[in-house]
C-alpha cells in the first residue's frame, strides 16, 4: 500500500526467509523515515533512533523506549541505513533471529532506495 498525503509515503511489503515471514512498514516524510520490521505477531519492541551528527560524519543513534534482544544490532542497522539514506531514521525490529538481519538490511536498501 503506497500513497497519502504531499510529502508522506505509506510501503508495506513482506520477504521470506525460509520458514520465516517479514513483514515491513515505512512511512517516508521528508528528510525522514520510519521503519518497522516484524513477523506476524506484530511486537514493537526497542525502537531506535538515528541521525547525522552536527560535528562528524558518523552516524548517532539513541534508544527510545525499552532495550531488548536486538537492541545493539538494530542500532548498528539504524546507523548504517542512516548514513546511506541522510534521512532521520526511527528503526523498530523485531525477528526471531539476529542472523536474519543481513536480508534485511538489504531488503529494506532496496525498498528505501525507491521511497528516498
Not at 526467509?17 to 513483514?23: E, K, S
Amino acid at each position: 500500500m503506497e500513497g497519502g498525503a504531499q510529502g508522506l509515503n505509506l510501503q508495506e511489503f513482506i520477504s521470506k526467509h525460509g520458514d520465516v515471514t517479514l513483514y515491513y512498514q515505512l512511512v517516508s516524510l521528508t528528510g525522514s523515515v520510519y521503519i518497522w520490521v516484524g513477523t506476524d505477531q506484530g511486537n514493537f519492541g526497542s525502537l531506535i533512533a538515528a541521525m547525522e551528527s552536527r560535528v562528524g560524519p558518523p552516524a548517532l543513534s539513541t534508544l527510545l523506549g525499552p532495550a531488548g534482544d536486538q537492541t545493539h544490532s538494530t542500532s548498528q542497522l539504524a546507523e548504517r541505513l542512516q548514513r546511506r539514506t541522510k534521512k532521520h531514521l526511527l528503526l523498530s525490529v523485531n525477528v526471531p533471529s539476529d542472523d536474519l538481519l543481513p536480508q534485511v538490511e538489504q531488503r529494506l536498501i532496496e525498498e528505501l532506495c525507491v521511497v528516498s
